[in-house]
């Protein structure tokens, strides 16, 4: 009888998490698997974690991979609203600026990195604000803040107080996704919840916002710079 073959081990790296009451593995955006430990979790419950969980983590890695490819842009390109802009570096430029479809930075690698974000940032007010406005006037109530800011798992929020918030990576998305997720958040504003009459209130004023919806559960995870 012939002997199975030996798997490769999966890499994973460790990561203490003190609030954790569980051992948790995650696997991320471009396919690295993290196993989240509680402060008195051991080295050997990550590993047992991992191959208890190998045929889910390489489900995961697979799409991954999946998401990469089809997210792929060429170098030097970066994603606006369904648009490319093309980086142009500047001796000397600390403050990011858009020209058309150019977006000129700077020749510090890492510093320019750091100003492309704050230019999404305010990028991002810009865009967010006119859509939530009028969203919100169209539904006939009003929000407290916005706020723009870079969550790992959330595209956007809507607290109990009316105060905003929104991940600035959905300008790495479509216009047809950022206007989903406003208008997710601003019917929050009038259904706290996720009751048949949140969806409803939405579908009124977004019939077609299933196809964003699903884009954006299938592709969120690869929209990074």
Same mark, same amino acid.
């Given at each position: 009888?012939?002997? *199975?073959?030996?798997?490769?081990?999966?890499?994973?790296?460790?990561?203490?998490? *003190?609030?954790?009451?569980?051992?948790?593995?995650?696997?991320?955006?471009?396919?690295?698997?993290?196993? !989240?430990?509680?402060?008195?979790?051991?080295?050997?419950?990550?590993?047992?974690?991992?191959?208890?969980?190998?045929?889910?983590?390489?489900?995961?890695?697979?799409?991954?991979?999946?998401?990469?490819?089809?997210?792929?842009?060429?170098?030097?390109?970066?994603?606006?609203?369904?648009?490319?802009?093309? !980086?142009?570096?500047?001796?000397?430029?600390?403050?990011?600026?858009?020209?058309?479809?150019?977006?000129?930075?700077?020749?510090?690698?890492?510093?320019?990195?750091?100003?492309?974000?704050?230019?999404?940032?305010?990028?991002?007010?810009?865009?967010?604000?006119?859509?939530?406005?009028?969203?919100?006037?169209?539904?006939?109530?009003?929000?407290?803040?916005?706020?723009?800011?870079?969550?790992?798992?959330?595209?956007?929020?809507?607290?109990?107080?009316?105060?905003?918030?929104?991940?600035?990576?959905?300008? =790495?998305?479509?216009?047809?996704?950022?206007?989903?997720?406003?208008?997710?958040?601003?019917?929050?504003?009038?259904?706290?919840?996720?009751? *048949?009459?949140?969806?409803?209130?939405?579908?009124?004023?977004? *019939?077609?916002?299933?196809?964003?919806?699903?884009? =954006?559960?299938?592709?969120?995870?690869?929209?990074?710079?």
């Amino acid at each position: 009888m012939a002997e *199975p073959l030996t798997q490769d081990p999966i890499a994973y790296a460790v990561r203490r998490a *003190p609030r954790a009451k569980r051992v948790r593995v995650a696997v991320e955006a471009d396919g690295s698997v993290v196993v !989240l430990l509680p402060p008195r979790a051991t080295d050997r419950e990550a590993a047992a974690a991992v191959r208890e969980l190998r045929p889910w983590i390489e489900r995961r890695m697979v799409e991954a991979a999946a998401r990469t490819r089809r997210m792929a842009r060429a170098p030097g390109v970066v994603p606006f609203l369904g648009a490319e802009l093309h !980086l142009v570096s500047e001796e000397g430029r600390t403050r990011v600026h858009r020209r058309g479809d150019a977006l000129l930075v700077g020749q510090d690698g890492a510093r320019h990195a750091e100003a492309i974000e704050r230019w999404y940032r305010r990028a991002a007010r810009a865009e967010i604000g006119p859509r939530l406005d009028a969203a919100v006037a169209a539904l006939g109530c009003s929000y407290a803040a916005l706020t723009i800011r870079n969550q790992r798992t959330r595209w956007g929020s809507c607290s109990a107080t009316g105060a905003m918030s929104f991940n600035w990576r959905l300008l =790495l998305a479509t216009e047809e996704v950022l206007d989903y997720v406003v208008w997710h958040e601003a019917c929050h504003l009038v259904h706290l919840d996720h009751s *048949p009459r949140f969806w409803a209130l939405l579908a009124e004023h977004r *019939p077609g916002y299933r196809e964003p919806q699903r884009w =954006l559960r299938a592709n969120g995870a690869a929209l990074v710079l």
